[in-house]
Each structure stands twice: as C-alpha cells, then as structure tokens.
C-alpha cells in the first residue's frame, strides 16, 4: 500500500504561482500512476494532472490550460504539482492520489482508476 500526504496549500493572490508537493511512502512510486485531483464546493472532484512513475510521461485536464506542470522527484518519492497564474476559480481541494499501472490509459482520468488518496491540500486564491 501507498500512504499519501499532500503540502503546499495555503492562501495565495491571484496571478501568483504556488507549487504542491505529494510525499509518498510505505511503497515507492514505481509502477504507479499518481495523479492530482481538485474538488471545489458543490463541486464533482475534477481531473487535473498525473504522471507515469516509471516514464515521466504526464497528461493534463483540458480545463487546467496550459498553467500546470506535474513532476516527479525519484530520490524524494514525490510528486509535484506548479501552478501558474493562478485563478480565483482554481480554489479547490487538491489531492494526488496512486493508481496500479496496469489500467488502460482513459481510467485515469477519473477518480476510479486510482487505490490512494491523500488528505487534501486547500488552496484559496483571491482576487
């Protein structure tokens, strides 16, 4: 198992950058897909970033246009997530989350293809 613990999160002015970190333990990353997630109030839980482990290969929500940029650190287990521009629409909860990476490719764009989750991380963002 993956244990997850997202950091990062705080309030921020709109325009600037922030970068979130996810920290995993308990197993390596290796043959995982990790993921970011965002959930806003009344809000459904929205697909943002992930990455292959073992590839580095990333993929990006269509609604994230072009302001985030996911990474990994092999040494330190964890998974970055920079944020550019920021918006008052991009508060949210932010969580990564581990997937096994055996699954076809479209599963992880949803909240179903991953088996970990991390607590959250709140970002806030005012205009």
């Known amino acids: 198992q993956v244990q997850l613990v997202e950091s990062g999160g705080g309030l921020v002015q709109a325009g600037d950058s922030t970068r979130l970190s996810c920290a995993g333990s308990?197993?390596?990353?290796?043959?995982?897909?990790i993921g970011w997630f965002r959930q806003a109030p009344e809000k459904e839980r929205e697909f943002v970033a992930r990455i292959i482990w073992n590839s580095a290969n990333t993929y990006y929500g269509d609604s994230v246009k072009g302001r985030f940029t996911i990474s990994r650190d092999n040494a330190k287990n964890t998974v970055f997530l920079q944020i550019y521009s920021l918006k008052p629409e991009d508060t949210a909860v932010y969580y990564c989350?581990?997937?096994?990476?055996?699954?076809?490719?479209?599963?992880?764009?949803?909240?179903?293809?991953?088996?970990?989750w991390g607590q959250g991380t709140q970002v806030t963002v005012s205009s």
């Open positions: 308990g197993r390596t990353f290796s043959n995982y897909v």
């Open positions: 989350a581990a997937g096994e990476g055996n699954r076809r490719s479209y599963y992880y764009n949803s909240p179903d293809g991953y088996d970990y």
